[in-house]
């Protein structure tokens, strides 16, 4: 097989979150994500003894070190010869830092790697708005920037995502006793958001069933992980999609149920097992080790519901071999290039660049990067 092409692309970018790494990483972690974003006091302890709970480190950045790791060994193995550049939102090594170094080392033109997968200002548009901020951060600001970036397309519906979601699932399953096995609920999690982001996630232009491309995007992936799931075992389980990780005032309404309340409902109701499928995240983070693996799994234990969590992608082989997938394929069309994109589901492929007023904030509306223009 011929090399695979990358051109015009002179590196490859992973964005993350990030992370704190130590316990006096904690408060100065949380005030940056929650800068100007009014989240409650009494929130921000709550969630400061969660990471206290884990000696204060989250394995976020260490997951992103992995899958660094992992991407440049995929890409070697393809005789794809690119470097591998990371940076975070929120902790070291910041995105200002990384492009910097970028620049330092003469990258014209980087595609970026997201580790969130769907549609939404906070998983999609306020991390275009930092990548911009991290290029205005350079002599020469936006305007004058030696570094271009392209933002890979969303990958939520991506084969290389979805399969690993899918043998996860399985093994989850299998993983239950065999007399509630085939009663069990296959129960999708991802992060709640506020209900006027998810109403505004995605092309202001396009109705989306659940009012928000955030929402559709998770139920679509939810259905055809269902779907395949009937497919290896002849059992098509109920299915739901609920929400962890609820945050901001009281006041404002999140999306809904909450695992743990929806866990409650079930077992109400009689349902015999639940498999708890985190579709919203593409590692084991701070989210799936306390909210799912200790939060709702003690809900569980109390209820007396047998629950088995099923593994994010991380770095299967397939999930890794997606982010070269995309960048290949990002670089044919920037190339002007015929190209087939992998998708599965109803969606269909995502778009390369944001429609103006996607995943708008309209509490503060800022400039972002990998936009459409305008
Ligand atoms: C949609 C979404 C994802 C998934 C997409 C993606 O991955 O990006 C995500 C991921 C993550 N969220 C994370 C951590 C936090 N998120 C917070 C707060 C918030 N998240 C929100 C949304 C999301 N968050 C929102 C609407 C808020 C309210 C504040 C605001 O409107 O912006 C807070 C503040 C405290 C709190 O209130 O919980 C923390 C500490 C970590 C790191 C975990 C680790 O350390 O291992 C990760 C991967
Ligand atoms: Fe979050």
Partial sequence: MATPDVHPYDALLLVSFGGPEGPDDVVPFLENVTRGRGIPRERLEEVGKHYHLFGGRSPINDQCRELKAAIEADLAEHDIDLPVYWGNRNWDPYLAETLQQMADDGVTRAACFVTSAYSSW???????????????????????????????????????????????????????????????RLVFVTHSIPTAMNENSGDPEVSY??????????RDVARVVTERVAAETGTLHEHDLVFCSRSGSPHVPWLEPDINDHLEALRDRGVPAVVMVPVGFVSDHMEVIYDLDTEAVETAERIGLPVRRAATAGIDARFVATVRDLLVERATVERGEEVARAAVGDTGPMWDACPVGCCANPRAERPALCGRGA
């Fill in 122 to 184: 906070s998983s999609c548009r306020q991390y275009r708005e930092n990548l911009y901020d991290a290029v205005d951060a350079l002599p020469g600001g936006v305007e004058g920037s030696p570094v271009r970036l392209d933002k890979l397309r969303h990958y939520f519906n991506h084969p290389g995502f979805v399969e690993p979601n899918v043998d996860a699932t399985l093994a989850a399953l299998a993983d239950l006793p065999d007399d509630v096995r085939a009663g069990a």
């Fill in 209 to 218: 069933e659940g009012g928000g491309a955030y929402v559709a995007q998770h």
